[in-house]
């Protein structure tokens, strides 16, 4: 099985850069879409899935760098590629920003906490005037390289997935790093951690800046595909969207989230007329998978290699005492 | 000066809505420590049922309800949102009351979207205008012009309370829910049912929102699906300053909430009014989880 | 030579005097106790040395350096590690990777070493997992490395958590309870697990016990507190045949 995974791997990579070629228009965007979101959700993953924080206002970072570049670029006329790490810089503050408050906070706490933040972005988005108000900033220049001016729905699907494919590298490689560890010790059991000489504080923002940022990425990208954006699209629902996401496809697993992420966009294409019903099925299937397979669809294996009869195995070794 | 006590009043009226919402926030949360997301969604419900109620009732659109047909609905839509609350609890909460603190929160939101989303599946997504109209008079109160309409909701919202506060004192129920919230695990060992108990403060909870969510259908004059999304937020918001599972504080917490609010818009304009309640939410959890009333918890570093 | 020095130490909730004028040192190499009835303030006094209280009065030294108002996490990186009376484990997380959480506070690799996977990290990474492996090997349950934390057995769950505390390479090991739940053979096992630990690796042990055989074989100097205040030490002879800690365990004899 193992020895497969690096050719599969690469194979679908082909694939997806040959699929442009062979989708209508109308597929092509929806797929466009999924990479945006698959982008989202491996930055919620570092947060949810890998340290244990619930952020209900995770839009609010897609928001921090959609706005960066659309003002840098319209309103101070640079180029896209410079607004990136002001982004990244603008968001990984947000992020502390947000952080900093709720690292003493319970996880319910914790969760009303970051939707008030979320939803306090997209007042301000929506009352500034720096933000284009409700109407939000139109005009937003295409970006070029060199002479080459980006501006068709394949180059944004290019550009786009590029920046998937680095997400899920940095996300997979970041969680099997001494940081990665250090994020799942907190979720698992963070006085424990704290106890092995891991300083929660820091971790934790380091967490959020790090998931912030990704998600800047994203919104970064999604300003200059779309040329306009409005506070609507960095509202409450869009975080859930993206929390629905990551929980369906299983906290903390890259493959997972990926699969969450195209389901959550793929599927409502595929119920097209029966629109009004796709966010209700959402919220159902949030409560089925809790219920009967809260793990998601594709779970974390957390490197184990369990087997199923542990019981028993070596009888003779030790008496358990539940206490 | 007169516009100091309208303002005021206006506070109260909308910090009686709070307050309503906060009870059924801070009871749950006290008893099963789940911060109910759904809560303010069934606020939403009470209004659209009230909605129905009162278009079925007079088949004229309710203009010419009288205070008991008014009464008969109100205490309708109540028993009717209260027993979906249980069924919400029966379904979608009880199975995971031993699941991690993530899995139940993300059922709570989960919860809170079919509501929401079935309500504009069957009511549709337009807001609606609430088929009642109460009349404007009112009496001069120190140059103030308050409407029976906005006395009305102030003396029912307070009866409402004072009715719960001695349901917990002097009823047996209200025994055990204190009970329950202190040990469960000692509560079922003494023969009470955990169960029912936790099912009746849904039932509780819901039952007050609905009766807000009529009011505040009656009182705004439009109701729409997404209604309860931000006032369950602040009616969230006022359980914290009362520190929550405390329900005096929840019932203080939401008038405060309402008056300031109204000062808020006043000044700054209704724009900013939500990043008000907002603030206050974050600056308490972060700095006096506890909320006003709350007592002081052990230092931890 | 004293590694650890307790000096009049006090802790209070609100009125309740948990821990009371306590002072006590722990020699450099020693295998050290503290004793006392059930709610004598044993594990408090844990938690204020470890970080996870803070002590309302008094001094707490580790090799001269001051411990009071650091964070847990600081503490550890001091060089002292603890294990917890009720295991506290990453239990969806495997052996291996348990272990390796003692090894955080002794690298540095940050976010841009693991997304670039840098030669210094991958160096890091391979000494990381041999000093795991090394704690695995050293506690012996070698075998269970790739199993999830949660589904081992009991005694090796307890030796689990003496192995993730040495990866800390600390320099004083803390152990609270250690033979809590063991049968005969395993507290056995932890007897000579202990005294490897002070002879193989020079640290210095001090742990909370109940089980006063195990107490007696391998402890070398005991502290006995009751009710927050320390009413004996000095060797297992010298306190165990002390009147004042005969009453606290038995009750005056009136009583019985």
């Known amino acids: 099985m193992k020895k497969y995974k690096k050719p599969s791997l690469f194979l679908l990579v082909i694939c997806m850069f040959i699929l442009p070629f062979l989708l209508n228009s109308y597929w092509l965007d929806v797929l466009t879409l999924v990479l945006f979101y698959v982008v989202l959700t491996q930055g919620l993953n570092i947060v949810v899935g890998y340290t244990g924080l619930l952020d209900l206002g995770y839009a609010a970072f897609f928001a921090v760098g959609a706005y960066t570049t659309a003002i840098l670029m319209t309103t101070f006329h640079w180029s896209f590629w410079l607004t990136l790490p002001v982004a990244f810089l603008f968001a990984a503050i947000a992020g502390v920003i947000i952080g900093t408050p709720t690292l003493r906070l319970r996880s319910d706490y914790l969760a009303i906490v970051t939707l008030g933040f979320g939803e306090i972005v997209k007042i301000l988005a929506t009352n500034l005037e720096i933000t284009g108000s409700a109407s939000g900033i139109y005009g937003i220049p295409r970006p070029a390289i060199g002479s080459y001016i980006m501006a068709s729905q394949k180059d944004f699907y290019f550009l786009i997935l590029i920046v998937a494919i680095i997400s899920i590298i940095a996300v997979y490689r970041l969680g099997h790093s001494r940081i990665g560890r250090a994020w799942v010790y907190i979720r698992e059991d963070e006085d424990a951690a704290e106890a092995m000489g891991i300083n929660r504080i820091k971790l934790k923002l380091l967490s959020y800046a790090t998931g912030a940022v990704i998600g800047s990425f994203a919104g970064s990208i999604f300003a200059v595909k779309m040329s306009a954006i409005a506070p609507l699209s960095f509202s409450f629902l869009q975080s859930v969207m993206i929390l629905l996401a990551v929980v369906l496809g299983g906290l903390g697993s890259i493959p997972g989230v990926v699969i969450g992420a195209a389901l959550v966009i793929i599927l409502p294409e595929l119920l097209r007329g029966v629109e009004d019903w796709r966010y209700l099925i959402f919220g159902v299937s949030l409560v089925i998978m809790m219920i009967f397979r809260p793990q998601g669809i594709w779970p974390t294996k957390n490197n184990t290699e369990d087997v199923d009869d542990i019981e028993t195995e070596d009888p003779n070794q030790s008496i358990s005492i539940s206490k | 000066m007169e516009i100091f006590f309208q303002v005021l009043i206006d506070g109260l009226v909308i910090g009686a809505f709070y307050s309503l919402i906060a009870l059924g926030y801070t009871m749950v949360y006290g008893i099963i420590k789940l911060l109910n997301f759904a809560h303010g969604d069934l606020y939403m419900i009470g209004a659209f049922v009230g909605f129905t109620l009162l278009s079925l009732f007079t088949g004229d659109g309710g203009v010419n309800t009288g205070i008991l047909g008014l009464g008969v609905v109100f205490i309708g839509t109540m028993i009717i949102v209260g027993f979906l609350g249980m069924g919400i609890e029966r379904i979608a909460y009880r199975p995971l009351l031993l699941a991690p603190r993530l899995s139940i929160l993300i059922t709570a939101i989960g919860v809170s979207l079919s509501l929401e989303y079935s309500s504009m599946i069957g009511w549709g997504a337009s807001y609606k205008v609430y088929p009642i109209k109460l009349p404007n008079d009112g009496i001069q109160l120190l140059g103030t012009q308050i409407s029976f309409a906005q006395m009305g909701m102030i003396v029912l919202s307070a009866l409402l309370m004072l009715g719960l506060r001695l349901f917990i004192d002097k009823t047996i129920y209200g025994k055990a829910m204190r009970a329950i919230a202190l040990d469960q695990t000692a509560c079922s060992l003494m023969g009470v049912n955990v169960h029912r108990i936790i099912a009746l403060t849904f039932f509780i909870g819901a039952f007050l929102a609905a009766g807000a969510g009529i009011m505040s259908g009656i009182y705004y004059g439009t109701i729409n699906f997404l209604m309860g999304f931000t006032i369950g937020l602040k009616a969230f918001t006022a359980a914290v300053l009362g520190g929550i599972g405390n329900i005096t504080g929840a019932m203080l917490g939401g008038l405060v909430l309402g008056i300031l609010e109204a000062f808020g818009t006043f000044y700054m304009g209704g724009s900013w009014k939500d990043v008000l309640a907002f603030g206050i939410l974050i600056l308490f959890l972060v700095f006096k989880p506890t909320g006003i009333l709350g007592a002081k918890e052990m230092e931890r570093m | ?256």
């Not at chain 3, 306590?22 to 059930?38: A, R």
């Not at chain 3, 909370?208 to 502290?223: A, N, P, R």
Request: charged share 25%; with cysteine.
């Open chain 3, 1 to 256: 030579m004293s590694l650890l020095t307790v000096n009049q130490l006090k802790l209070q909730f609100g009125g309740l005097i948990a821990v009371n004028d306590l002072s006590f040192t722990v020699e450099k190499n020693s295998i050290s106790s503290i004793i006392g009835p059930n709610g004598a303030g044993k594990t408090s006094v844990f938690n204020m040395i470890t970080g996870f209280y803070r002590p309302t009065s008094g001094a707490i030294e580790l090799d001269g350096i001051s411990l009071v108002n650091r964070k847990p996490s600081q503490i550890t990186t001091l060089g002292m590690a603890r294990t917890f009376q009720n295991l506290r484990l990453f239990p969806n997380l495997t052996v291996l990777d348990n272990v390796k959480s003692g090894m955080h506070c002794r690298t540095k690799q940050t976010v841009w070493g693991a997304l670039l996977r840098t030669k210094s990290q991958r160096e890091e990474e391979r000494l990381i997992e041999e000093v795991a492996l090394e704690c695995i090997d050293f506690v012996g349950i070698r075998k269970y490395t790739k199993r999830a934390a949660k589904n081992l057995p009991y005694g090796a769950q307890r030796y689990l958590e003496i192995a993730r505390a040495l990866a800390t390479r600390p320099k004083l090991l803390l152990l609270d309870e250690p033979a809590a739940g063991l049968n005969y053979e395993e507290k056995q096992y932890l007897i000579q697990l202990i005294r490897r630990i002070r002879d193989e690796y020079n640290i210095t042990v001090l742990m909370i016990e109940h089980d006063m055989g195990l107490i007696k074989q391998i402890s070398e100097q005991i502290t006995v507190i009751d009710y927050g205040c320390k009413i004996a030490e000095g060797s297992p002879e010298e306190v165990l045949n002390n009147e004042k800690v005969i009453e606290a365990y038995l009750g005056k004899e009136d009583v019985i």
